[in-house]
């Protein structure tokens, strides 16, 4: 771009990394949240100043993150952020809509993620599934040894020991629906974080100025694959059962987001106060009631299609007069 530099755009994304750098050192819940927006900055980087910066800008963070945190860190960095930053700094350049931008983003980030545990796992004798298991299976006996000091009654510990069992078990089936999902809504975060700051702080080139969240939807075929896993989640076996239950998890997650688009739809054809928007974003990501009727909307959304965005015109007969004399 050939806009001049300002000292805002200089500052702005590494005001930002900074940020994010002190909520986790400072408080780490919140460093926990704000670690997602890791990309923002990097994509501010790549959109502003080309790809060139933008791909040396992640592999300066890489080198760093190596350096300061290890190998471990640095290669999570990489699956978890760098592949998000530069797949979604790419397809946002190129102006590809919001959701095939996130779809590529978030799919590069998961099949990167898979090959590394596929990598991680190879030496080992067990199925995957079974080291998911474990690796949840810890974490579940440390809360419930934690608990143990508020009730110690035999009775309940039992109790929360078996349920611990089911709930790992579908825990360790359902991994890489949730590794997809989660990988998801990051990614949708990070790109409508990206879409705000360059909106209010840079406005160039164009990006992001025709990206109408509203209007996304899922293909109305792929309702099936949501029926048929969740039929095979609730009535399979094995192999079977988790398939449906991937499926089922990823497809909710969907239509999820298409409620949510829907949500937006109806708070601005309603001109609803901004105050009121973030109110109820805040509910409904905090009451599972909400999060469930929401899904329900975007999954419905099918047959009913709240914004009426199915609807075909009709097609306008041809004039006998501009057959005759072409269009006035």
Same mark, same amino acid.
């Given at each position: 771009m050939n806009d001049p530099l300002t000292p805002r755009d200089l500052f702005l994304p590494f005001g930002?990394?900074?940020?994010?750098?002190?909520?986790?050192?400072?408080?780490?819940?919140?460093?926990?949240?704000?670690?997602?927006?890791?990309? $923002?900055?990097l994509i501010l980087i790549y959109l502003?100043?080309?790809? *060139?910066?933008?791909?040396?800008?992640?592999?300066?963070?890489f080198v760093a993150v190596l350096m300061m945190m290890g190998m471990k860190q640095a290669v999570l960095f990489v699956t978890e952020y760098a592949v998000v930053a530069a797949i979604l700094g790419e397809t946002v350049r190129l102006g590809f809509p919001f959701q095939r931008s996130v779809l590529f983003a978030a799919l590069g980030?998961?099949?990167?993620?898979?090959?590394?545990?596929? $990598? /991680?796992?190879?030496?080992?004798?067990?199925?995957?599934?079974?080291?998911?298991?474990?690796e949840f299976r810890k974490g579940a006996d440390q809360?419930? *040894?934690?608990?143990?000091?508020?009730?110690?009654?035999?009775?309940?510990k039992k109790m929360l020991e078996?349920?611990?069992?089911? /709930?790992?078990?579908?825990?360790?089936?359902?991994?890489?629906?949730?590794?997809?999902?989660?990988?998801?809504?990051?990614?949708?975060?990070?790109?409508?974080?990206?879409?705000?700051?360059w909106l209010r702080y840079y406005r160039l080139g164009g990006l992001f100025e025709n990206a109408d969240l509203t209007q996304l939807m899922i293909p109305d075929n792929w309702v099936w694959?949501?029926?048929?896993?969740?039929?095979?989640?609730?009535?399979?076996?094995?192999?079977?059962?988790?398939?449906?239950?991937?499926?089922?998890? $990823?497809?909710?997650?969907?239509?999820?987001?298409?409620?949510l688009a829907i949500s937006l739809h109806i708070l601005k054809e309603k001109n609803i106060p901004k105050f009121f928007w973030y109110l109820a974003f805040l509910l409904i990501f905090t009451q599972p009631l909400l999060i469930g009727l929401v899904g329900g909307l975007g999954l419905f959304d099918i047959w009913v299609d709240f914004r009426k965005i199915r609807t075909e015109p009709p097609e306008e007969e041809p004039d006998e007069e501009d057959d005759d004399f072409g269009p006035l």
């Open positions: 930002i990394l900074l940020v994010i750098l002190l909520l986790g050192t400072l408080v780490p819940p919140l460093g926990v949240v704000g670690g997602i927006f890791v990309p $923002v900055p502003r100043y080309g790809k *060139q910066v933008g791909l040396v800008s992640i592999g300066l963070v980030s998961v099949l990167l993620s898979a090959a590394m545990i596929l $990598v /991680v796992s190879a030496g080992q004798d067990k199925p995957l599934t079974q080291l998911f298991e474990e809360y419930i *040894q934690s608990l143990e000091g508020a009730d110690g009654k035999a009775e309940n078996e349920m611990a069992d089911r /709930v790992v078990h579908m825990f360790a089936l359902s991994f890489p629906a949730l590794l997809a999902i989660g990988s998801l809504f990051a990614t949708a975060l990070n790109y409508l974080a990206v879409r705000w700051l694959f949501f029926i048929i896993g969740t039929g095979c989640a609730v009535l399979g076996d094995g192999y079977l059962q988790a398939l449906g239950l991937n499926l089922f998890i $990823v497809l909710g997650g969907l239509y999820f987001l298409q409620g």
